[in-house]
């Protein structure tokens, strides 16, 4: 059995998620990897622990040049003992904080196998016909679960970053919008941010309020789908 399967890891995982700024879970769950063998693993979390606290310890000026060096041998230190996964996430103190997706990657959508059809169609080399056959990637349902809800619970998530849609800004400097043409009789004329009516929390059309920056246009929504993916039973 994998750790990431065994009740304790899941008990760990769940006090890190409770207390996102105390360093003591993240240390405990270290103590216990080290208690199953997984060296590696626990080490990283200890050097990224550290490394933050020499990240604070400069801010506030108590050392000169020590940091400095400190902190490169933590990132090259950590850099080593990386967890397998994906290259979009971003570590912090052990773990992954925050997760760079397309939006039907987090909330879910069409097979991207199939294209939601459910079936996968076979062109067969020098024959007369096509074969078609139930695709394996959604067994037949044409649909891919969205990580979202999962993760969440996997990992003390902080921020989603949704790489497939760009806030609407109607002028050249702000307002900043999400977008969601499916809730009124506008046609979507701003594709690149729609979003799904389950991210909606504003009017008819705008599914924000306006921001003022793109920065907290992201952020806006980075929050609506952590809460989005919280409200959501978890997924087997």
């Not at 304790?8 to 769940?14: C, G, M």
């Not at 990992?155 to 849609?165: F, V, Y």
Request: charged content about 25%; proline content about 8%.
């Amino acid at each position: 059995m994998k750790y990431t399967d065994r009740p304790r890891w899941k008990d760990l995982i769940a006090a890190i998620i409770a207390a996102p700024a105390d360093d003591l879970p993240r240390l405990v769950a270290a103590d216990w990897l080290d208690s199953v063998g997984e060296y590696g693993r626990a080490e990283f979390i200890r050097i990224q622990c550290e490394l933050v606290a020499h990240e604070a310890t400069k801010k506030t000026g108590q050392h000169h040049n020590g940091p400095d060096r400190a902190r490169k041998s933590l990132v090259e230190q950590a850099a080593l003992l990386m967890p397998a996964g994906s290259p979009k996430d971003t570590y912090r103190r052990g773990f992954v904080c925050e997760v760079h997706c397309k939006l039907d990657e987090c909330m879910g959508g069409p097979c991207s196998s199939c294209g939601g059809s459910g079936i996968i169609h076979n062109d067969m080399h020098y024959a007369k016909h096509y074969s078609s056959e139930t695709c394996i990637t959604c067994k037949g349902t044409g649909g891919q679960r969205g990580i979202g809800p999962n993760f969440v619970r996997e990992q003390p998530i902080e921020r989603i970053t949704i790489t497939d849609r760009e806030p609407y800004v109607p002028v050249r400097f702000g307002p900043w919008y999400w977008y969601n043409g499916q809730l009124g009789e506008t046609p979507n004329i701003h594709p690149q941010s729609d979003l799904p009516p389950e991210l909606v929390w504003w009017d008819r059309n705008y599914a924000s309020p306006p921001l003022e920056t793109r920065k907290q246009a992201e952020s806006a929504l980075s929050d609506r789908l952590l809460a989005w993916a919280k409200s959501q039973p978890v997924r087997r």
